[in-house]
């Protein structure tokens, strides 16, 4: 006993140790919940929230982009897409052959669904079919009753009314691309946002976007929306309104597409604003919202006729005849000529051992500016060229236009060249040569522009103003009550040419069209109040294509296409008051092979008379389109 | 009620047993045990099931086990400890040679309608058999260590199984439940220093053969942040629950880290994580409160008992209980690293509820028989 009482003292002593113990350790429990709930409880609150709750962003419809007179060009088409919840669709298989008996469904989109299926928790909405019709969408709403799990979810996708009409000027949006992924615009991590990547979707994108609206949901660990807690719309993008006349760039593209490869510029002189920008061939916009597929990639670059560049800012070209007033201009303000200085045209001329030639054999005889300019000769020109000298050409080019660039709101324009003395001695190393400047005097050898800066060179003689084209109409929608340009007011300073040497120009450009023997006669506007002045050009492609041709061997469709000249026209009108200016390029002489007066002029012709029979001061819709009501679908 | 009760009686008929149990000890166990149902009815996202009503049947069945037991006299339980631990061994290996023929580690036994941890059950034969083992050792012999020898194998052989299959935490509990009982039957404390030493010895041996994910656990716990998603998972999110629960609470059935099952296996180990979130420190310390008088009644049951047996055994139970609560909790709240321990009464689970049960039970016994001496074999003394 007297043991047992020993351990038992023991083990109550013990029993009281560990006792302590334990309260030790509780009370540690105690402290270390006091910790967690009180003191740190504001930073695992805010972690429990983080946790649980996401912040999702809804795309906001992009802006629409419309024509000066609202007509849409680029709108938000709904788009219906059939996607199946697993866990709700029972048998999988069963669903989509009942699918598959309403939509088509073809055995590689079964086994992406089976593959996407297997890849996500089942309560992850599977997309079945994209981009469905209205018609594919209603049969499965109407029989949904058979479809368990299977559900429509509508979306916006971009849609180009007007189709290839408009793919350069509008331009296309795509999937956000690697690059553009380091936005501060949280829009672009969406996988369904879209961006511009060409022409006005492009340059204005930031304005089109709008803001992101948010969604804040509340998810569960393995990401399933459990409620909608807040929501905040978006700001749907700015409407655009271009100053494009959508029935002028409709006529101008036909009239392109039908010359192949070609591009053509209508620009309201008085405003800047372009009506037409016609680069042919185009291509279908709206295939690139929802991806491309690689055959259609690579028909759209093999294409010959390059329809993805927009020839009308992008394609740099040799200006050819459309050079010489230009080299009129310098010649006249420099003084070198007067209007009735006049050189002897045998059809050739001579410069040390070297022969140039005129487009006429026989040559023109004796003529001054005005004949010079309406019947293209070449030697008046290198006689003149010769007498100003590269640099004053230079000069006066950059002065209207030529070799810079024209600062239009759209991507991709090329600046062109117009050589310098020092640009080719920088370049080349080699000292400019005096035949140069006559090769550059009818706008051929190192010379070369884009069609947009010809339709400003023609603004700028056409006005004597430093015009700058514009896409964007800054005045909205024109409607009855819109103010309307009546002179060259938009703000363009004068470019300090004289006027007595503009209107030289002018009426010799007056004879190219309207006179007997000029080069464009054929193309001319008989209506009185509408008449037009002009200048062609030939641009030569390969030297040997000249040569070949003066020596009468292959002429026109003879010479393989790629080898011929292109055929220019630049353009203005009326002639009276010149408001409407026209450029208009075939690349090498489109369906004909012919010469810019033959192919070129009869393309400005018809965009010069019909812009200005629409001539908005009198021609104003009578309902006004309602873009809003388009955009609903 | 005198006459019905004879403190000096070794035998008591049943109904004087009945009157004679700890019934607000009864009445204590059963509100933790509703706790739990009402945590398990919140883990089931406000439903009965699939957790809750089930824990009412294990608890109710675990309740009339727990009755039998106390009724049952102290005596039987200390001349059965030997074989109840023998029976378990063996149910140890036969979960272990299973798990080696079968697919990989197991745990349990499945018995058709339960499935039993026998390492859980181990936890009470081990506090059993080392009870009846010190209760028969002198105190001069238990200060020969050649004596120690044996219990000690009773502890690390069990132990050493447990923590191959791998279960960890129930390995310590073996360990730190055997050590409670070696201390409290006056083994010298310079032996634990040796042994102390000894394990130190070991640690790093024993580190090398841990499992990676036991060794990820032990790296995480030291600092969870480093790896939100992988190992630190489980113990930064139910720090984040507990924690964002703050003074009071979420409310009731409004906790989002339990609901979003942002918590891994928040009706098991983790459930305190549910009580901290949806009701705040102050359902914490009111249910840790709870337990705690738990324990005191484990000591004041002790205490009163007039046999070393009884003692040690209600002793050896409290304080198994007591490392049951303190690890759970702890390793809820990041103060230990997750090793998979449930919190009695309250974590959804057969086995545990039967062992923690079982030893309330025996504890009701030690209570039922707290005038009956016994000696050293367990015959009575007068």
Sequence with gaps: ?633 | MRWLYDPSQTQQTLSVKLLNMNWPLVALVTTIACVGFAMLYSAGNGSWHPWAERQVVRYLVAALIMLAVAMVDIRVWLRAAYGFYAVTMILLIAVEVRGAIGMGAQRWIDLGIIQIQPSEFMKIALVMVLARYFNGMPAEEIRNPVKLIVPALLILVPAAMVLKQPDLGTAIMLVLGGAAMFFLAGVRLWKFAVMLAVAGAVVPFAWHHLREYQKNRILTFLNPENDPLGAGYHSLQAKIAVGSGGVFGKGYLSGTQAHLSFLPERQTDFIFTILGEEFGLVGGLVLLALYAVVFVYGYAIAFRSRSHFGRLLAFGITTNLFLYVFINVAMVIGLLPVVGVPLPLVSYGGTSMLTVMFGFGLLMSVYVHRDVRIGRYGEAET
């Design chain 1, 1 to 633: 006993m007297k043991k047992s009482n020993g351990r038992g003292k023991t083990l109550t002593r013990r029993a009281m140790v560990l006792a302590g113990g334990k309260v030790a350790l509780l009370a540690a429990l105690a402290g270390r919940l006091y910790y967690l709930q009180v003191v740190q409880a504001p930073k695992f609150s805010m972690l429990a929230d983080e946790n649980r709750i996401n912040i999702r962003l809804l795309v906001p419809p992009r802006g629409l982009i419309v024509d000066r007179f609202g007509v849409p060009l680029a709108v938000n088409r709904p788009t219906y897409q059939a996607v199946v919840i697993p866990e709700q669709a029972g048998n999988i298989n069963q669903t989509l052959d009942a699918v598959a008996d309403l939509v088509p469904l073809t055995e590689a989109d079964r086994r992406r669904v089976l593959r996407d299926i297997r890849n996500h928790h089942s309560f992850v909405p599977i997309a079945l079919r994209e981009d469905m019709d209205w018609n594919e969408m209603a049969r499965i709403d109407v029989n949904a009753v058979d479809l368990p799990g299977v559900s429509i979810e509508q979306g916006l996708i971009r849609h180009y009314v007007f189709g290839d009409e408009t793919s350069h000027v509008v331009g296309y949006v795509a999937p956000v691309s690697e690059q553009e992924l380091n936005s501060d615009d949280p829009l672009v991590e969406l996988p369904d946002f879209r961006v511009g990547k060409s022409g006005v979707e492009k340059q204005y994108d930031l304005e089109l976007r709008g803001t992101a609206g948010t969604s804040e949901v509340e998810v569960n660990a393995f990401g399933r929306v459990v409620r909608e807690l807040a929501r905040e719309d978006g700001i749907a993008g700015d409407q655009i309104v271009l100053g494009l006349d959508m029935d002028l760039q409709d006529i101008a593209m036909r009239r392109c597409a039908a010359q192949g490869s070609a591009s053509a510029i209508v620009i309201d002189s008085w405003t800047g604003e372009v009506l037409a920008l016609a680069s042919a061939p185009g291509f279908n916009p709206g295939a690139f919202a929802s991806g491309l597929s690689p055959a259609q990639w690579k028909a759209l670059v093999d294409n010959p006729y390059n329809p993805l560049e927009n020839k009308a800012i992008a394609g740099t070209y040799s200006p050819g005849s459309t050079f010489k007033p230009l080299v009129a201009t310098a010649a006249l303000e420099a003084g070198v000529i007067t209007p009735d200085t006049e050189f002897f045209c045998p059809g050739e001329y001579h410069l040390g051992n070297t022969v140039f030639h005129c487009w006429k054999k026989g040559g023109h005889g004796t003529l001054s500016v005005r004949r010079a300019i309406k019947e293209s000769c070449d030697v008046f020109f290198y006689h003149t060229a010769d007498l100003v000298g590269i640099d004053r050409i230079a000069q006066m080019a950059n002065r209207l236009g030529l070799g810079v660039k024209t600062d239009i709101d759209v991507p991709g324009e090329k600046t062109g060249l117009i050589p310098t003395r020092a640009w080719k001695l920088a370049t080349t190393g080699v000292a400019w040569q005096r035949g140069e400047t006559l090769s550059c005097g009818i706008g051929q050898s190192f010379v070369s522009v884009t069609p947009l800066q010809l339709a400003i060179y023609v603004a700028r003689i056409a006005t004597g103003h430093t015009i700058k084209p514009v896409l964007v109409r800054d005045d909205g929608v024109m409607t009855a009550a819109s103010s309307v340009a009546t002179d060259v007011s938009h703000g363009f300073a004068p470019m300090g040419v004289q006027q007595k040497t503009l209107d030289v120009i002018r009426d010799a450009m007056y004879g190219v069209v309207n006179e007997p023997h000029g080069t464009a006669y054929g193309a001319r506007i008989q209506d009185p109040t509408m008449i037009m002045g002009g200048k062609t050009g030939t641009a030569q492609v390969h030297h040997i294509a000249r040569e070949i041709r003066d020596r009468g061997v292959v002429t026109g469709t003879k010479v393989p296409w790629k080898d011929r000249d292109h055929a220019l026209f630049i353009a203005f009108a009326p002639v009276a008051a010149p408001r409407y200016v026209c450029s208009v390029v075939v690349e090498h002489g489109g369906a004909t092979g012919g010469e810019g007066g033959a192919v070129a002029a009869p393309i400005a012709h018809d965009l010069l008379l019909e812009a200005q029979k629409r001539d908005p001061a009198r021609r104003v819709p009578a309902v006004p389109f309602d873009a809003a009501k388009l955009a609903q679908g």
